[in-house]
Structure formats: C-alpha cells, structure tokens
C-alpha cells in the first residue's frame, strides 16, 4: 500500500501554490533593525570608521547592500544610525525621569545615577569611545552625531535646571552650559573612558552623593526658618 502524502486542499483550477509574500511583519522589521545596527557598531568598533567595509556588516546581518544604502544613505548615515540606537535609549529615559515629579536633592541624586549607570555600560561607552576616536580624522561625522544625540540627551537636563532654579538651587551659570558641565561631573569627566567603571555599588553612591554634594549644596542649618 503506498504511503500517502497530505496535500494543501486544492485551489480552484488554475490556481498557484499560496506563496507568502510582501513585506516583513513590524516585529520582523525592528528585529532586522537591531540586527543590522548591532552588527555595524560591532564592525565600526573593531576596524574604525574608514576600515569598515558596508559589504561585510550585510553579509554578517544578512541583509542586501543595496537595502542598506537605501535605509541609511551612505557609510556615514549608518555609523550615526548605530551610534543613536544607543544615545537614544538614554535620552527616552530622561524625559520619562523629567515628567515623573517635581526637582529636589533626592531627584538630583536618581538624575546623576541615571547618567553614571548609562554612560559607563558597555552600549553607551562604547559608542562615546568611538566616537571620540574618530573624531579628529573625520570631524563632519562626529561633530553631527555630538550635536544631535547630546542635544536630545542634554534637553531633560536643562529642563531639570530650570526647574531647580525656581527653588533657588543649581545656579551653575547658563541651564545649556549647567547641563554639559552635570554631564561630565555625573561621570566623571574622562575617568570613565579610560578607567573601568567603579567596582562596587557604595562607591558609586559615595561618587554620585559627591557630585550631588557639589551641584546642590544642602542647606546651612537654621536656613529659612
């Protein structure tokens, strides 16, 4: 007796062979995204920007040459688009911090946490580190990149500033400037590019409680009574 294969019920006669067609579902899409940046702040990473070739980070992604020239432009698109997949993140998470309550010392203290903790991971370091080495040989690229991302991760802090100010605290000179000088101060200035981060949870509370010290001094006793 021959075994018997099942079979797709027929279509009407004449009919093709149903073929799944069109574009990827969003969930495909975004997965492919990631994918491809990932694999393009890996390339970036390792050769430099001048050294990494556009054919090897589709081949390692699996996606077409031609699909990525048409997503990102050019060499330069793609490195801003792999970098910002990672200044991003941050950026989203400072507004959320913005909008959660009014500004305080406590609040000052979660607002530079936040700041430690993102630019001393590997994403973020990474991406910083890159990006300064890259920068005198090819200073269009990284001059926008600085300006767009930190401008986008800069604008919650200036918004915290202001804020703070209308209670009589963080008189640091312009919120722009106060903002760029919180950044470096919450991380350390150029300690955390070339120092691993701070081995232990007291001794980034004790470098943050310092930098909070500095920022928005407590108050003398007896003040405003």
Same mark, same amino acid.
């Given at each position: ?19 799944? @067609? ?67 993140? @941050? ?19 979660? @607002? ?32 926008? @990149? ?14 915290? &500033? ?31 590019? &070339? ?12 470098? &943050? ?17």
């Amino acid at each position: 007796m021959d075994s018997q294969i099942p079979r797709s019920p027929a279509g009407p006669p004449g009919a093709a062979t149903p073929v799944r @067609l069109g574009r990827p579902s969003l969930a495909e899409a975004r997965q492919r995204r990631e994918t491809l940046l990932a694999v393009a702040f890996d390339e970036f990473s390792q050769h430099g920007f001048a050294g990494t070739r556009i054919d090897e980070i589709a081949r390692k992604a699996g996606v077409g040459r031609v699909s990525i020239y048409r997503n990102y432009d050019d060499k330069a698109g793609l490195f801003r688009a792999a970098a910002r997949e990672r200044t991003g993140q @941050l950026a989203d998470r400072l507004h959320h911090f913005l909008n959660a309550g009014p500004p305080s010392r406590e609040r000052l203290r979660e @607002l530079v946490s936040i700041i430690y903790q993102a630019f001393t991971a590997p994403g973020l370091l990474g991406t910083t580190r890159l990006v300064v080495a890259e920068a005198e040989r090819f200073p269009d690229v990284c001059n926008d @990149l600085w300006e767009t991302e930190m401008g986008a991760v800069s604008a919650p802090i200036v918004q915290f &500033i202001r804020q703070a100010r209308q209670h009589g605290a963080m008189r640091l000179g312009p919120p722009e400037a106060a903002a760029f000088h919180l950044l470096n101060l919450a991380c350390g200035g150029f300690r955390f590019l &070339i120092n691993p981060p701070l081995a232990s949870a007291g001794e980034q509370q004790t470098w &943050i409680d310092s930098v909070v010290a500095f920022v928005w001094p407590e108050p003398p006793p007896g003040a405003g009574r």
